[in-house]
């Protein structure tokens, strides 16, 4: 079992940027899956960004790529989403999701563990 823990959400501007943070505890962090997820008013949650255990790789959806980057640190057991040139439309709850042993993906049904996710606002 692992907890995941949300941080860094907030208020921004458009243009401006915000790193968030996904802290684990209760089991080592270095053999997951992890993706991002945000879920806006009204709308169904979607895959962000996702990055791999075992080679490192990231995936991003197309909203966000270029703009967005994720990256680990498995001794300090987080992994981080940089955004920056945030717009409007980036205004969601933000998730991250972790699955063992497994490889990214890009629908809620392939992670096992949620965090409780973090606001992200972004005023124009």
């Known amino acids: 079992q692992v907890q995941l823990v949300e941080s860094g959400g907030g208020l921004a501007q458009a243009g401006g940027s915000l790193r968030l943070s996904c802290a684990a505890s209760g089991r080592t962090f270095n053999r997951y899956a992890v993706g991002w997820f945000r879920q806006g008013p009204g709308e169904e949650r979607e895959f962000v960004a996702g990055?791999?255990?075992?080679?490192?790789?990231?995936y991003y959806a197309d909203s966000v790529k270029g703009r967005f980057t994720i990256s680990r640190d498995n001794a300090k057991n987080t992994v981080y989403l940089q955004m920056n040139s945030l717009r409007p439309e980036d205004t969601a709850v933000y998730y991250c999701?972790?699955?063992?042993?497994?490889?990214?993906?890009?629908?809620?049904?392939?992670?096992?563990?949620w965090g409780q996710g973090t606001q992200v606002t972004v005023s124009s």
């Open positions: 990055i791999n255990w075992s080679n490192g790789n990231t």
């Open positions: 999701a972790a699955d063992y042993n497994s490889d990214v993906a890009s629908t809620r049904k392939g992670y096992n563990y």
